[in-house]
């Protein structure tokens, strides 16, 4: 097997355990193992668990699709609700019991490790300006009323995009994930009201 492909398959079974098991409930030998590598290959690709954590969480980030929030021409607040049904969809995949690894590895690392901490950080700070863009695109568009603020309703959403998350994996459902679009497209990012 060549070292890239290995390192490769050492990054895709970490991700797949982090995802299933959290950085804490796996160990380096059931990374190794999912890869079909010797423990002691490990440590000539990645120095540390975390910083293959590190990775792992990148790897995730990509897999999320965030661009998919300016793909198309679709009006921005329909682009906003079908980057949202589809991490619903992914979850519903996972039968509801792996929840977001961005969650999972805040509960897990934020804590202990800084370097993950400041990723995790970095990684949501990202979401929420993508949202925040596509926010202030349909404020330009009339689709979203003037005094609302962009970036606060879009650390909002992903903050309430994350404790849904949470929910569904404790009820096995997606009626969390239902109730948040429900209440930030019905409720909150409403078309304002133009007067006669």
Not at 23 to 37: L, Y
Not at 56 to 61: G, H, K
Not at 139 to 165: H, I, K, T, Y
Request: proline share 4%; charged share 25%.
């Amino acid at each position: 097997m060549a070292r890239a492909s290995l390192r490769e398959n050492i990054v895709d079974a970490a991700l797949e355990r982090f995802h299933a098991q959290g950085f804490n409930g796996c160990s380096v030998q059931d990374i190794t193992e999912a890869a079909g590598a010797p423990k002691g290959s490990f440590y000539n690709h990645f120095k540390t668990k975390e910083l293959l954590a590190l990775e792992a969480l990148a790897r995730y980030r990509d897999d999320s699709r965030m661009g998919m929030l300016f793909e198309g021409d679709k009006p921005p607040l329909k682009r906003l609700r079908a980057h949202f049904e589809f991490l619903a969809a992914r979850l519903k995949g996972w039968n509801f019991e792996r929840g977001c690894m961005i969650g999972n590895f805040a509960a897990d690392m934020a804590d202990d490790y800084p370097v993950m901490r400041e990723a995790l950080n970095e990684t949501l700070a990202r979401w929420s300006g993508a949202v925040g863009s596509l926010l202030r695109q349909a404020q330009a568009e009339g689709q979203l009323a003037q005094d609302r603020d962009p970036e606060v309703l879009a650390r909002f959403l992903v903050n309430s995009w994350q404790g849904a998350v949470t929910r569904s994996r404790l009820t096995k459902s997606r009626a969390p994930l239902d109730d948040f679009l429900t209440c930030a497209f019905d409720l909150i990012l409403v078309r304002p009201l133009i007067d006669a």
